[in-house]
């Protein structure tokens, strides 16, 4: 993650594993998955250097999947770093943060994904 805001202008694509009850712990039940989400970008943002984060139909989905109260542990998510196409945005690029299913997280580590 120290390496992101040196290179903020290059396209890329990395897969990350976000501890999400380190994030939710002693939070009240009716704010742990908004909290859930609010971290999930406030992560993206410092990974990926861009103040703009959108979250994907399906990590949200998947975040709520259990109710507002029992957040996943832990989610597999992939951050792209994109171009923006909106004249109206300050920024020029943003962050796509979409869900990675897997059967374990066990091992995992922090991967770059080639867009090819």
């Known amino acids: 993650m120290s390496d992101a805001p040196a290179k ?7 897969d990350y594993t976000i501890h999400l009850s380190k994030y939710t712990h002693k939070t009240t039940f009716k704010k742990k998955a908004p909290k859930a989400i609010k971290e999930i970008k406030k992560f993206a943002q410092k990974a990926m250097g861009t103040k703009d984060v959108r979250i994907d139909a399906k990590l949200n989905k998947f975040v709520w999947s259990r109710g507002v109260r ?3 542990g832990r989610v597999r998510v992939r951050l792209s770093r994109r171009r923006s196409d909106d004249d109206e945005t300050d920024e020029e690029l943003y962050t796509l943060a979409q869900l990675v299913e897997v059967t374990t997280f066990k091992g995992l580590s922090t991967e770059v994904v080639n867009d090819a």
């Open 8 to 14: 903020s202008g290059t396209l890329v694509t990395r």
């Open 70 to 72: 029992n957040v996943p």
